[in-house]
């Protein structure tokens, strides 16, 4: 089970964008892409069969997962996380400082 999830609010813990926050975009393997966040300057050549055109074009970057930490609402900081299995054979997310659980 993978600690952090597409939709998930978390704040960057390393790195240029250090104390930022975000929403998962999109999880590949062990990165992430975060909103807002690892922006980068892509030179693309225009392509008239796509109908996009060239120039600089600013995107979000993948970050590594380890560089984010889920965002806890309650105490206003990044915490880590824990799975706990259920009686019915499900796994849950739950914060490891509270025991609240991330996705009832």
Known sequence: MNR???????????????????DVVAVAGDKVVVSNINIVKRHTKPNPQANQPGGVIEREAPIHVSNVMLFNSASGKGERIKTK????????????SSGEAIDA
């Open 4 to 22: 952090i999830k597409k939709g998930d609010h978390v704040v960057v813990i390393a790195g240029k964008d250090k104390g930022k926050r975000g």
């Open 85 to 96: 299995m259920l009686e019915d054979g499900r796994k849950l997310r739950v914060f490891r």
